[in-house]
């Protein structure tokens, strides 16, 4: 069964630290993997797109590693920011039909 | 600014009720899709659209209906709603088919509470 699991659930941090979210999945084959941030009471917003010949995408502050091997991503975010505060949520795109498999999330609370 | 909008933001509903939510794209995009989104689950897709006059079923279709009259509506209908379906619905859009490289942007979502 295609399967996308992010770990940690959720997840406190100070205000200026770094973090690491976890993605690993089951989707084979597989075309791509995005990773969302998505605000309290909003819809997602796309932070990353990385196929599988990619290793690295960075979008400002966050950086996304992908291992096609083992079938596991991160996302980094680096010198975190109260803004950060959001759930990010791994999506695995399949190339055959229409399959676009989402992870329940990470939620990063940011303390000040 | 093209956008991705949808209505209402919030909506309570009875048991058995015939309910639609609305979703509206100016991105000008061919593929539009909603989505369901639980607490402690990933978002579940319900029905999608490649184009005009295009509908297909998606992992959790059952009791929910779209319709693809022109490019920029996708309206989903709850024929009987029931309180399973209490949750947050998002409408997205993108230009091509999502299993290739491309974003898919997302609606503001819709509280839908069956009572």
């Known amino acids: 069964k295609n399967q996308v699991e992010q770990s940690p659930q959720s997840l406190i941090i100070l205000e200026g630290k770094n973090c690491t979210l976890q993605c690993n999945y089951t989707v084979s084959p597989f075309s791509n993997l995005r990773w969302y941030k998505q605000d309290t009471g909003r819809g997602p917003v796309s932070l990353t797109i990385?196929?599988?010949?990619?290793n690295t995408k960075s979008n400002g502050r966050y950086t996304a590693t992908l291992d096609a091997d083992t079938k596991q991503s991160s996302l980094h975010i680096t010198a975190s920011q109260l803004s950060d505060s959001a759930s990010y949520i791994c999506?695995?795109?399949?190339?055959?039909?229409?399959?676009?498999?989402f992870g329940a999330g990470t939620r990063l609370f940011v303390k000040a | 600014d093209a956008e991705i909008t949808q209505s209402p933001r919030h909506k309570i509903t009875e048991t058995g009720r015939q309910v639609t939510l609305a979703c509206h794209q100016t991105?000008?995009?061919?593929?539009m899709f909603w989505y369901r989104q639980d607490l402690g689950h990933g978002l579940r897709l319900i029905h999608y659209?490649?184009?005009?006059?295009?509908?297909n079923k998606g992992e959790v279709s059952d009791g929910y209906s779209v319709s693809r009259s022109n490019t920029e509506d996708l309206p989903l209908t709850l024929e009987s709603a029931a309180s399973s379906q209490t949750s947050v619905y998002f409408c997205a859009s993108s230009d091509h088919r999502q299993g290739m490289n491309t974003e898919a942007f997302f609606g503001q979502g819709t509280r839908l509470t069956v009572v």
């Open positions: 990385m196929t599988f010949s990619e």
């Open positions: 991105w000008n995009h061919n593929n």
């Open positions: 659209s490649y184009g005009v006059q295009d509908t």
């Open positions: 999506v695995v795109g399949a190339p055959q039909g229409f399959k676009t498999i």
